[in-house]
């Protein structure tokens, strides 16, 4: 719905209610369809503890916060989780910029899950995180993405946080470097939207035919 403090209006100053219900409620649903996002930070150190007890730490490698959203599947974990172990964020011995990735300088991962990398902030001061997945679903999704990692690097040197936990973090940015990757949007996703988008422009019809 929309917001007490924007109020939609037609070309006369008038909001039309039943034009504002579907468009905010519907369309804007459609076009907050998310894909898997993770943010890599490059880091000398890295560690998480839960209930002050140290869970998991790494040294020089990448501190990666990952967040599933709905209608991810595991090609999609596995998608990013190969740019994860591919990403070049290190240079080389002779001073070349951007070569190396993890894998080349055999460094460590730490995985962290953190849905509120998917949160909308498009209205209004609250987060809304209706974009990211929760449950059960999100912590299988999100382990396949551990787990593809492991597989693709040494298994001993992928370390994890634990899922949905109140996690402390704590880490030192080596640059610092920080950036952002995803898996774009799928083609499943885009037709889900596309579906959602044309229903509100025929409930808008609906309400008012003139339009």
């Known amino acids: 719905m929309a917001s007490d ?4 209006e037609d070309k006369d100053g008038v909001r039309d ?9 519907v369309a804007s649903r459609a076009a907050r369809q998310e894909s898997s996002r993770s ?3 490059r880091v000398l150190s890295a560690s998480v503890t839960v209930e002050q007890e140290l869970v998991s ?4 490698g990448i501190l990666v916060f990952a967040a599933v959203a709905p209608g991810d599947t595991e090609k999609d974990a596995e998608s990013l989780a190969a740019k994860v172990l591919k990403m070049k964020l290190w240079d080389d011995e002779s001073g070349g910029r951007w070569k190396k990735s993890v894998q080349d300088i055999n460094g460590e991962v730490l995985c962290v899950s953190q849905f509120t990398l998917l949160a909308s902030t498009k209205k209004g001061n609250k987060p809304d995180f209706h974009g990211a997945l ?7 999704l999100y382990s396949c993405f551990v787990r593809k990692i492991q597989e693709g ?3 001993e ?3 994890d946080g634990v899922f949905q936990a109140m996690m402390e973090v704590a880490l030192v940015n ?10 774009g949007l799928n083609p499943q996703k885009a037709a889900k939207g596309a579906k959602a988008i044309g229903a509100a422009d025929a409930a808008i019809a609906a309400v008012d035919p003139a339009s």
């Open 153 to 155: 690097h040494a298994s």
């Open 157 to 159: 040197r992928v370390k």
């Open 39 to 41: 943010i890599l930070q």
């Open 17 to 25: 209610e039943g034009e504002d219900e579907v468009t905010v409620g």
């Open 174 to 183: 080596d640059g610092p470097v920080t950036l952002e990757i995803s898996t």
């Open 57 to 60: 730490s790494i040294g020089k």
């Open 134 to 140: 929760g449950g059960d679903e999100a912590k299988s």
């Open 5 to 8: 403090e924007h109020e939609d």
